[in-house]
């Protein structure tokens, strides 16, 4: 399908299949849907979506934001301050600059895939925004601040599983070990703080030492402020430094890979029920919207193990269970 816009603002979306669209003049909205289409942007501050499959976006002239979305895409942001948008954490992606252009490439398989960008000169996450992408001016990119990842810790220093009862020794290693600074700079942690479970010392080697508190029925943890040895903080997200967040890992809880991040059910208070809880008997009602605009982040993930064996498969298309 070819669609052309016209020099007002213009809403074009493409169908299933290999589309053409080109916005023209005006700020222009495209969403290329399924298929491996080809945006244009062209002249205006435009919003670029690719949609499913491998795509091409150009945004032209203005500052445009464009967003690949699922698939392998080349985005080109053409003139202007142009931004790439990604649906995940910034410590999500490897970022490489390669000759000509930036290589990002998402760990997280089925989602944003791996894009080429030319052109571009920042990227948007969910938790960090005007990331300034490396170019010339910026070899390894605009964050010379250290990006603090939370920390699941399950074992001590010396490879012990944590029971939630004994004091136990973590090193700072195994807490830096996933924080990422672009320069390679060397980390510490600078303090610790807002310890929550037990009690927090610090040994004559800045090992940290932790003795939980067995009346606690949350997730015990800590977070910690990061600093390098240029006497640089953790970067600054909204004006404010971002802390890393320490969880210990113990066996009385959940293990669904999410429960660490779903924050509300620890300030609600209903880990301590958790265990006797199974939800049998009960159901839900999953809505979804139809049409064109069903093809991101809103549509049900049918890809999770705890649904694809019960969902109904005539409710997608039977392409979509080959894998």
């Known amino acids: 399908m070819m669609l052309l816009g016209s020099i007002a603002n213009d809403a074009l979306a493409g169908e299933n299949g290999d589309d053409f669209i080109s916005g023209n003049a005006g700020d222009d909205v495209l969403r290329g849907h399924r298929g491996n289409d080809v945006l244009f942007g062209d002249r205006g501050n435009d919003l670029i979506y690719g949609g499913s499959d491998d795509d091409k976006l150009y945004g032209g002239a203005g500052d445009d934001a464009l967003v690949g979305d699922s698939g392998d895409d080349f985005i080109d942001g053409g003139s202007g301050d142009d931004t790439a948008e990604f649906s995940g954490k910034f410590e999500e992606y490897e970022i490489t600059k390669l000759e000509g252009g930036i290589l990002s490439k998402d760990k997280v398989q089925g989602r944003d895939g791996s894009d080429f960008l030319i052109n571009v000169e920042k990227a948007a996450f969910t938790d960090i925004k005007d990331y300034i992408l490396p170019s010339a001016e910026h070899n390894l990119g605009g964050i010379d601040n250290a990006v603090p990842v939370m920390d699941i810790i399950a074992v001590d220093k010396n490879g012990q599983s944590l029971d939630g009862k004994r004091s136990f020794i973590i090193t700072q290693a195994q807490l830096l070990a996933n924080d990422i600074d672009l320069q390679g700079d060397t980390l510490i942690v600078a303090e610790a703080f807002d310890v929550r479970g037990g009690t927090l010392s610090v040994t004559e080697n800045f090992d940290i030492q932790f003795t939980p508190?067995?009346?606690?029925?949350?997730?015990?943890?800590?977070?910690?402020?990061?600093?390098d040895n240029k006497n640089l903080s953790g970067i600054i997200v909204g004006g404010k430094e971002r802390f890393a967040q320490v969880y210990f890992k113990t066996p009385d809880l959940p293990t669904d890979p999410l429960f660490y991040e779903q924050y509300y059910l620890q300030e609600s208070k209903v880990i301590g029920a958790w265990e006797h809880y199974t939800g049998q008997g009960i159901k839900i009602g999953q809505f979804e919207p139809s049409g064109p605009f069903s093809v991101a982040e809103e549509v049900a993930d049918y890809r999770n193990p705890e649904l694809r064996a019960n969902i109904d498969k005539n409710w997608r298309y039977g392409y979509e269970f080959a894998t």
């Open 213 to 227: 508190d067995p009346t606690y029925q949350g997730v015990a943890g800590f977070k910690y402020h990061l600093m």
